[in-house]
């Protein structure tokens, strides 16, 4: 036991001079379970507010830690869990960037004996039993949810026909597959919506800029009635744009986002957005759940998903707490 905590305490030393990040405790006993995350980047307020719950949620738990940040990459993501193998941590925890290309590594787990909890994200694998469970959103729900706003709302516009613009998240990622499947599946077979376009803004708020900027200059801001964002990130950024070119969000060209930020959150009440589909960030505590379940031999669900809603300008907005990201 004193090699093992001797051996987790350098190499959490070793991810945190590396990565930059690391919970590894200072407390003189050793962790009876150690996980490893693999964390994606630190691309949206949403996922500081994800780091943050994993974290708090460890300690509370009475686990060691060890955290590396990818920073979007996801060869980084496949070295930090080999790298996990190498220590034998208890669990191996990761929210993969994108959803292919994780097979070889996910083996390497299982010949470790190493059980693997998907956080966030899914992977797209030939042999789903080389992961043990996935924590998550509904992310097919979370897309239906801001189709099924939109078609109230061109309702109460009375709209006979309204042109949508797309912000997607990561090419290839779950959340921006399953939003824009689980939207168009929403819409699909009502005349009155014509996707013009679908542009990648890639999680972040300097690209969702970017892509607003460019939407605009195709199309004219009379040219777009409706902005689907797949994150708060990117909504934001395109706020700006918006704000710069004159025109008045939430009245002149309706915004859908997703996540439920406190900036956005903010937005939304001031009417500048008109709908935020919820995507908690607070996954710490279901995830430590199961890696304490499983380490006391139990079987886990295949699949968790969190309680999640959505924030419309139809509802009353005045009792939404404190977003905590
Ligand atoms: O995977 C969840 C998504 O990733 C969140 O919607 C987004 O903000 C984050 O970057």
Known sequence: MKLRYLIFTLLSLCLALTACQSTAPAASSPPAVVVGFSQLGSESGWRIGNTASMEQAAKRWGFGLMLDNANQRQDKQIAAIRSFISYQVDVIVFSPIVETGWDNVLREARQAGIPVILTDRMVDVADDTLYT????????????????????????????????????????????????????QAIAGDGRFTVLESI?????????????????DKYGAAGIDVVYSHNDAMT???????????????????????????????????GRINCIVECTP????????????????????????????????????TGIGPRGY
Do not use: W
């Open 133 to 184: 469970a996935y924590i998550g959103a509904d992310f097919l729900a979370e897309g239906r949810r801001a189709g099924e706003f939109l078609i109230k709302k061109a309702d109460a516009l009375g709209a006979e026909h309204l042109n949508i613009v797309e912000i997607t998240g990561t090419e290839d990622s779950t959340p921006m597959r399953d939003r824009q499947a689980g939207f168009l």
């Open 200 to 216: 990648t803004g890639d999680f972040l708020r300097s690209k969702g800029r970017e892509c607003m900027r460019s939407l605009l």
């Open 236 to 270: 934001l950024g395109a706020l700006d744009v918006l704000d710069e070119a004159g025109i008045v969000p939430g009245r002149d060209i309706v915004l859908i986002s997703v996540d439920g930020e406190q900036a956005a959150v903010d937005e939304l009440v001031k």
């Open 282 to 317: 607070h996954l710490g505590d279901d995830v430590m759940a199961q890696v304490d379940a499983l380490t006391k031999g139990r079987t886990i669900p295949k699949t968790i998903h969190p309680e999640e809603t959505v924030f419309t300008e139809f509802d009353d907005l």
